[in-house]
């Protein structure tokens, strides 16, 4: 069983890291997978073992809640963003009182109401900041030390407590300064909430594409019940059930026209802008628009199987997976917060034991990074243990890869690539093979009538024979050359004494004259001789179909699977960028390798069986190649799921799209290259945000530790780093 759940109350890493590791330790549970960036979770488990009220209990015992709807819609998404802002001007205005207080004090040696009188109001000031806008940071914080799963939360919470106790304590202890403590608390509160406002507008942003895809569904339906109209929610609309759709309104779900003809607005399912026309016994797409019509249908797909839940699901899923990359970083978050928590406490007691070591180590750093001199005694060793507090934020670690997945994936949703997971996403950078499936890839997938060579006969005259011939027909060849007559409006002509030979042709009677249509050896069985139309040898791979009367033959149609406008630009393109393409088709050698040389494709595999497909894959991957496999077809499944990078054109089958990697919506072949690019740039991202997170600690703790870093600078540095990780992420826009 498989579960999304929606989290509320994760605000860092550690936060979704213990959260995880709650859930892996639950019995049954054989995946879990918590993204902060998303508040969500992925839980994969065995119902026999473990219930979903369990799974529940086990993220509320950690002090977080579950949310009712699993992702976040627009409406609540801006309710949190109103919270968050409230919260930090508020904290503002409270830390704007407190530096009026102590400017004077630190710049001056001035005071505003008396040298006590100022310390104590920044004291009360500051508690006021704790009790009203960072209230929520101290729950959290001491709902992590109850449930034994430490988070950032209790880093600021120990740090801003820390500073605040020394006023007290300062009445105790000479050496210390309560005006050098008093207002810390206050300020370190303020640039923490700001730094999470402007961190939850830049995740926000990351994950509209989630919203945008939500936002598409219609909310309501027009059913017909007893011959009645009746508005239901679209949640309660069940398959079978009969549904209306007015002009101007959205297709309510996916279903089957039963009446009514109407033009609608399928873009958001093939990316193309023309309205497409839809009758009777044509499928319809839950949230296309209607145009201008008014039809009615039966629902054929409800809830999680439209198209439009599916393309949200697998944009969710590749969200919240995980790219092989982020393993180390998951590692060093999950012990973050107990490792800083010790540090803290032997900084502290360093200072204390070793204060002229500490204090030169310092002064040493101090004469590069000229931010603090550090000074010695108990006040010095408070400034470094808080400030090492403060200044440990494993929330850039947590986002760095969540947040590049998420813009990357939705950049990808919004031109029509579907990414199933991040681990396709850093796999894809790697391809230098692609391998191409001729027919419905390269090939439109449906024969088209590409030349017509007549004799004693012009070639309409023989086109319109011919359509009359195979008018009522449904067989692929015959398709190709009704569909040449009608685009030239070529009318059928009245047909008698018709007869067929399957595999071979057939005959029928046309003003008073009898005609056949068929293959060589039909012809030759009626004594005709075809050479007297000489071939186009340039034209051998497609298929001939001869129109003879009954004395001579008058023409020979070429009827061929067509390849893609785009199809040889796109091959270029990828040899442009090292990829060797490669196609792989079941046709005879002749015939694939002159299709394949219109595309610019060299290397060809041809004859080669739907079951034999996934061994040509292996075959390649043996030879040390990074494959990339793209078909539609349900024979390409097994090959797409071999390949390191499956990827199947949106516009086939449903298998093929559930065993691939990567989906081209619409089966555009210039979606591959960009595919490729965007994956290259996304992972790009990630390891950007991934060495600034590890350098912005590795260099930022030890200036805390050794006193170069007063403790509010910290938390300015603090939250600046991860608002930098999420709008770097962010910047990956700009580039598509």
């Not at 950078?429 to 012009?458: A, M, Y």
């Not at 040899?575 to 393409?581: A, F, Q, S």
């Amino acid at each position: 069983m498989q579960m999304q759940i929606g989290i509320d109350g994760m605000h860092c890493a550690s936060c979704s890291a213990n959260i995880e590791k709650g859930l892996k330790a639950l019995p049954g549970v054989t995946t879990a997978s918590v993204n902060l960036a998303l508040e969500e979770a992925f839980v994969e488990y065995d119902e026999s073992k473990l219930k979903q009220d369990d799974i529940f209990k086990c993220i509320t015992d950690l002090g977080y809640k579950v949310r009712e709807s699993v992702h976040l819609d627009e409406d609540e998404h801006i309710k949190k963003m109103h919270t968050a802002r409230k919260r930090m001007i508020f904290s503002w205005i409270i830390t704007a009182i407190v530096v009026v207080l102590m400017v004077p004090h630190m710049f001056f040696g001035s005071k505003i109401f008396g040298n006590m009188a100022d310390a104590w109001l920044m004291f009360t000031l500051s508690l006021l900041a704790i009790l009203g806008p960072g209230r929520q940071v101290y729950i959290s914080a001491y709902r992590s030390v109850v449930s034994r799963a430490a988070n950032m939360d209790l880093l600021i919470a120990l740090g801003t407590l820390s500073s605040l106790l020394v006023s007290p304590l300062s009445l105790i202890v000479k050496d210390i300064s309560a005006h050098d403590f008093a207002g810390i608390a206050a300020m370190i509160l303020s640039f923490h909430l700001t730094g999470r406002y402007l961190e939850s507008r830049a995740r926000g942003k990351a994950s509209e594409a989630i919203r945008k895809l939500i936002s598409l569904g219609a909310k309501t339906a027009i059913i017909l019940e007893n011959g009645e109209e009746k508005e239901i929610p679209i949640s309660h609309i069940k398959v079978g059930d009969i549904f209306v759709v007015k002009p101007g309104t959205k297709v309510p779900t996916d279903g089957e026209i039963i009446s009514g003809t109407s033009s609608l607005d399928e873009s958001i399912a093939t990316g193309e802008s023309m309205p497409v026309t839809r009758s009777v016994n044509d499928p319809v797409l839950g949230a296309t628009i209607n145009l201008d019509g008014y039809f009615q249908a039966r629902a054929t797909k409800v809830g999680s199987e439209t198209f439009l839940a599916q393309v949200i699901k697998m944009v969710s899923d590749a969200q919240l997976s995980k790219v092989p990359i982020q393993l180390l970083a998951d590692k060093v978050t999950a012990v973050f917060v107990p490792v800083i928590l010790v540090l803290a406490l032997v900084v502290f007691s360093s200072w204390l034991i070793f204060p002229s070591f500490m204090s030169t180590i310092g002064n040493f750093i101090y004469s590069f990074i000229p931010l603090a001199q550090p000074t010695q005694g108990l006040a010095a060793a408070l400034m470094a243990a808080i400030a090492t507090l403060v200044i440990a934020c494993p929330c850039a670690l947590g986002l760095a890869t969540p947040t590049a997945l998420m813009v990357g994936s939705g950049i990808g949703a919004n031109k029509g690539i579907l990414i199933r997971s991040g681990e396709a996403l850093q796999r894809m950078k790697d391809v230098d093979t692609i391998l191409f499936d001729k027919t419905g890839t390269l090939t439109h997938g449906k024969p088209k009538l590409i030349q017509i060579q007549s004799s004693n006969i012009t070639e309409d005259e023989a086109l319109r024979v011919a359509h009359s011939l195979e008018a009522a027909s449904e067989h692929p060849l015959a398709l190709a050359i009704n569909v040449a007559a009608r685009d030239k409006n070529l009318n059928p002509l009245p047909i008698k004494d018709f007869t067929s030979s399957p595999g071979r042709g057939i005959s029928a009677v046309i003003d008073g004259k009898k005609y056949s249509l068929g293959s060589q050896s039909w012809m030759a069985e009626q004594n005709l001789d075809s050479s007297e139309i000489p071939q186009n040898t340039e034209l051998d791979y497609a298929g001939k179909i001869y129109l003879a009367d009954q004395e001579r033959v008058l023409a020979l149609f070429y009827v061929a699977d067509t390849i893609k406008d785009e199809a040889p630009r796109i091959v270029q393109e990828l040899k442009n960028k090292g990829i060797e393409p490669i196609m792989m088709s079941g046709d005879n050698p002749s015939t694939a390798k002159a299709i394949a040389s219109r595309c610019g494709i060299t290397e060809v595999m041809a004859n080669v069986l739907p079951a034999d497909k996934a061994d040509k894959v292996k075959a390649l991957q043996k030879s040390g190649r990074v494959v990339a496999m793209i078909g539609d077809g349900i024979n390409d499944a097994p090959a797409l799921k071999q390949a390191d990078i499956g990827i199947a054109m949106g516009v086939g089958t449903d298998i093929a799209i559930e065993a691939s990697d990567v989906t081209i919506l619409r089966g555009d072949l210039n979606l591959v290259p960009l595919a490729l690019e965007l994956s290259t740039k996304t992972f790009s991202k990630i390891r950007q945000n991934l060495f600034w997170a590890f350098f912005y600690n590795l260099v930022a703790i030890p200036l805390a530790a050794f006193g170069v870093l007063h403790p509010v600078i910290a938390e300015m540095a603090m939250a600046l780093s991860s608002v930098t990780v999420v709008t770097n992420a962010n910047l990956l826009r700009r580039k598509f």
